[in-house]
């Protein structure tokens, strides 16, 4: 079992910047990646940036230049720091933990963008 809490989402104007956190704790050896995916209100949850546990990334291309996602080893936590958002990123935002066989998901936090 994987346990993912996550912090940092709220309320910015356009053009400003929000950093996220997701720690993670539990079976965390057993973690191949780490990402953030997001879901707007009556849209699917899409996938906004993965990590492996080799450090490499996939971001969407909706949000690269803009966002950069980095981790502590130490902290087994994961961030995500959002610049130049625009009202468009407003979304629920999730963190995710893929082991063999399974993903585990955060509660998710609301992230709104005002133009």
């Known amino acids: 079992q994987v346990q993912l809490v996550e912090s940092g989402g709220g309320l910015v104007q356009a053009g400003g910047s929000l950093r996220l956190s997701c720690a993670a704790s539990?079976?965390?050896?057993?973690?191949?990646?780490m990402g953030w995916y997001r879901q707007a209100p009556g849209k699917q949850r899409d996938l906004v940036v993965t990590i492996t546990s080799g450090g490499r990334t996939n971001y969407a291309d909706s949000v690269k230049g803009r966002f950069t996602i980095s981790r502590n080893n130490t902290k087994n936590t994961v961030y995500l720091q959002m610049n130049s958002l625009k009202p468009e990123d407003t979304a629920v935002y999730y963190c995710?933990?893929?082991?063999?066989?399974?993903?585990?998901w955060g509660q998710g936090t609301q992230v709104t963008v005002s133009s």
């Open positions: 995710a933990a893929d082991t063999p066989g399974r993903r585990y």
């Open positions: 539990g079976n965390i050896f057993s973690i191949a990646a």
